[in-house]
């Protein structure tokens, strides 16, 4: 009888340590820990510092008079700019802070109570943290067309591609450096130097466009928007500046889709060689 409750009690101790190295398991406890935290305030003020940008942008070219301006690529073309330049920043921040609420809510202690790896933490971390950099760039890049064709701009070829690709290439990208940012959150102690590399990666990856110098993008994830950019410039008869999608868009989500799978692989195998020299 004794032997039978032991066994009991070996298979309730067990069980959660099957159930919280689901990844969806892990982003609950993630949301959890950050619930009531400082994080959420964080995140929705730059998503509002997003949209406002993108906003103002948005108006002043609605209130253009030149047809050839009032153009959904032009304008959300405008908006997804800015993703190679705060993306590294917003995602330094986030991860920074869910990573201090780490150890300030003995969150980490918890983590190995229920035998889970760096590894399996990180990727709890990402699916919050990442989700939410994403979002910040996906909401203006779906309401900027939206809005843009109601308001009667001009769409050169699918609607549609116009629409989700941008915005599934900007999301993809935000991930991608959403993960990089954790990695050296988890790894490295001090936060500071993970919030400076993502402003020197910003300003880098902002860069790239201004320079003819796309595809440089590919070698680091904040690039990643600049080197999958859907977006090709042009300039019309009458001198006008022109954007149009590229000739294959949605290869270019694939592209974007597989550099993030990278990058995130990259920053697992980092958090595990920490994790196995401790």
């Given amino acids: 009888m ?67 301006l009032r153009s959904i690529a032009l304008s959300d073309g405008e908006v997804y700019q800015i993703v190679s330049l705060l993306a590294p920043i917003l995602a330094a921040l986030l991860t920074s802070r869910i990573a201090v609420l780490e150890t300030t809510e003995r969150m980490n202690v918890k983590w190995l109570s229920f035998g889970q790896s760096d590894a399996a933490r990180f990727v709890g971390k990402l699916i919050v943290a990442g989700a939410a950099v994403g979002v910040c760039f996906l909401i203006p890049l779906l309401w900027v067309p939206l809005v843009a064709e109601a308001l009667g701009f001009t769409a050169a070829g699918s609607f549609t591609a116009l629409l989700w690709v941008p915005a599934s290439v900007g999301f993809l990208s935000a991930m991608a450096t959403s993960a990089v940012q954790l990695m050296l959150s988890m790894v490295i102690d001090r936060q500071a130097i993970g919030l400076g590399i993502g402003v020197i990666a910003g300003v880098l990856a902002s860069g790239l466009g201004a320079m003819n110098k796309p595809a440089l993008g590919w070698l680091f994830p904040a690039g990643l928007s600049s080197a999958a950019s859907p977006f090709v410039k042009s300039v019309d008869a009458d001198g006008n500046a022109a954007m149009l999608l590229a000739a294959r868009p949605w290869m270019l989500v694939i592209a974007a889709a597989v550099a993030f799978l990278g990058w995130t692989l990259v920053s697992v195998a980092v958090v595990k060689v920490k994790e196995s020299r401790r």
């Fill in 2 to 68: 004794s032997g039978m409750i032991a066994y009991a009690g070996s298979r309730r101790i067990s069980r959660p340590r099957v159930k919280s190295g689901d990844p969806f398991t892990l982003a609950r406890m993630e949301l959890l820990k950050v619930r009531g935290s400082s994080f959420w305030w964080m995140w929705l003020g730059m998503v509002l510092l997003v949209s406002a940008w993108a906003g103002m942008a948005f108006a002043k070219r609605a209130g253009s008079p030149t047809p050839a």
